[in-house]
């Protein structure tokens, strides 16, 4: 064999090896295509209509899974429809699903060092979605026989539970003792009809 021969096998054989490691580390890399011009897609109004009312149904459909107390369609302003929750935990689950944090207005008392949440409201695809602290007084719930009954509906309703209590087995002064510490907390006192 020739010196010339001898040259182009090690060659060859460079060539090679330096080709399948060539291979391997390119499978590893993504390729980044370049588009002189952006894709554009066009949208017809109809199209843009459907997707407008998928997003409101899902949105709907979304609410509708909540235990709602209120629901108010307004006759002005901006937003579409007001969504009364009787739940904290239910106003942070809306909550926490938006993707971005929305502006929030909240009515906070502080009792012993600790913040309570009494009020608290953001709106949402034109809904303006609301938690109040309340007590519901109607024929059933709880029966108020003591004072501690009232402080232990008090605490409850300020952890963010809505509470019912019966008023017509309820003592006069009980009901009157809860009404006044209530308006004391910014807490709503309903009567349900």
């Known amino acids: 064999m020739t010196s010339f021969g001898f040259a182009t096998i090690c060659f060859s054989i460079c060539l090679v090896v330096a080709l399948l490691f060539q291979l391997q580390l390119g499978m590893n890399k993504d390729l980044i ?6 894709k554009v897609r066009l949208r017809s109004p109809f199209q843009n209509f459907l997707s407008a009312l998928g997003k409101k149904m ?10 709602i107390a209120n629901f108010l369609i307004p006759s002005q302003g901006g937003t579409v429809a007001v969504l009364r929750l009787e739940r904290l935990a239910d106003y942070y689950s809306v909550l926490m699903k938006e993707k971005e944090k929305p ?14 949440i009494v009020r608290a409201s953001f709106e949402k ?9 309340s007590i519901v007084l109607d024929e059933e719930g709880q ?4 004072h501690s009954d ?10 963010g539970e ?32």
């Open 58 to 67: 899902n949105f709907l459909m979304e609410l509708h899974q909540l235990p």
């Open 103 to 116: 502006i929030e207005n909240r009515v906070e008392v502080e009792i012993a060092g600790s913040k309570k």
């Open 33 to 38: 295509w370049i588009e002189p011009f952006p």
């Open 150 to 159: 009232v402080a232990k509906i008090l605490i409850q309703v300020l952890d």
């Open 162 to 193: 809505s509470q019912r209590v019966n008023a017509v087995k309820s003592g006069e002064e009980y009901i009157e003792s809860l009404k006044n510490l209530a308006s004391k907390y910014a807490i709503e006192v309903l009567t349900a009809k």
């Open 125 to 133: 695809n034109g809904v303006k979605i609301m938690y109040s602290a």
């Open 143 to 146: 029966v108020l026989t003591n």
